[in-house]
């Protein structure tokens, strides 16, 4: 069964940093394009970023050069820097492959940047 976990998710201060991280189990990561997502209480599930097997990145506008989607396929893992953190930042982020998401989403991660 295909499932993720989160982590590494916290309380910063705006303009401060985080790395989150994303563990698949149940699916070979190295040949999966993968994505960051974020949801708030009162927000639909939005896809903030993707990369794809080979290392190409893209962003939704609103993150694109504060946020940096890497991996490291020897470790099955992707990571999400966040940097220049702001309050409206405030969300669960969460992993999932792409272009279709496993229907089993990991708990997520929260980020909440403080004013």
């Known amino acids: 069964q295909v499932g993720f976990v989160e982590s590494g998710g916290g309380l910063v201060q705006a303009g401060g940093s985080l790395r989150l991280s994303c563990r698949g189990s149940?699916?070979?990561?190295?040949?999966?394009?993968m994505g960051w997502f974020r949801q708030t209480p009162s927000t639909q599930r939005e896809k903030i970023a993707n990369?794809?097997?080979?290392?190409?990145?893209s962003y939704v506008g609103s993150v694109k050069g504060r946020f940096t989607i890497s991996r490291d396929n020897a470790k099955a893992e992707v990571y999400l820097q966040i940097s220049n953190l702001k309050p409206e930042n405030t969300a669960v982020y969460c992993c999932?492959?792409?272009?279709?998401?496993?229907?089993?989403w990991g708990q997520g991660t929260q980020v909440t940047g403080s004013s």
């Open positions: 149940g699916i070979i990561m190295s040949i999966q394009r």
């Open positions: 990369i794809t097997t080979d290392g190409q990145t």
């Open positions: 999932n492959a792409e272009p279709r998401p496993s229907t089993n």
